[in-house]
């Protein structure tokens, strides 16, 4: 995206869901498209970028850390309350997340239910000085 500040990448992404199984969580399709994600990401030259999407994990996840360990949770940083995200009927978790680098939240949340399982999140941003 060109904005008056300077190129700014825009990432939308949706990782393979993590599933109950009799033999355990199965989080091996979704931690490999993790990790094609996040290499996408080191790869990327612009300086300012924003990863939103469906991510199956919270930012507590140890496997979410290739991509947490560089860029800022919006909600994190910014926003109010827990911003929990699924199940859309009863919120336990915020596996929906705005993921920034080069740029800040100045606010985000959860917005109201749709037809999906999930909340939709939003945020503002700062491009920066």
Do not use: C
């Not at 009799?22 to 990863?51: K, Q, Y």
Request: glycine residues 8%; aromatic residues 4%.
């Amino acid at each position: 995206v060109d904005t008056p500040r300077g190129p700014l990448a825009v990432y939308v992404a949706h990782l393979p869901s993590v599933r109950v199984t009799p033999a355990g969580f199965t989080v091996g399709t979704r931690d490999e498209a993790l990790g094609r994600l996040a290499e996408d990401l080191r790869s990327e030259r612009a300086r300012r970028v924003v990863l939103v999407g469906d991510l199956n994990g919270s930012t507590d996840d140890r496997s979410l850390r290739p991509l947490t360990r560089h860029m800022a949770s919006a909600q994190s940083t910014a926003g109010e309350g827990l911003g929990f995200t699924w199940p859309a009927r009863f919120p336990v978790v915020r596996i929906d997340q705005i993921l920034l680098k080069g740029v800040r939240a100045t606010s985000a949340w959860s917005l109201p239910a749709t037809t999906s399982d999930h909340l939709p999140v939003a945020a503002r941003i700062s491009l920066g000085p």
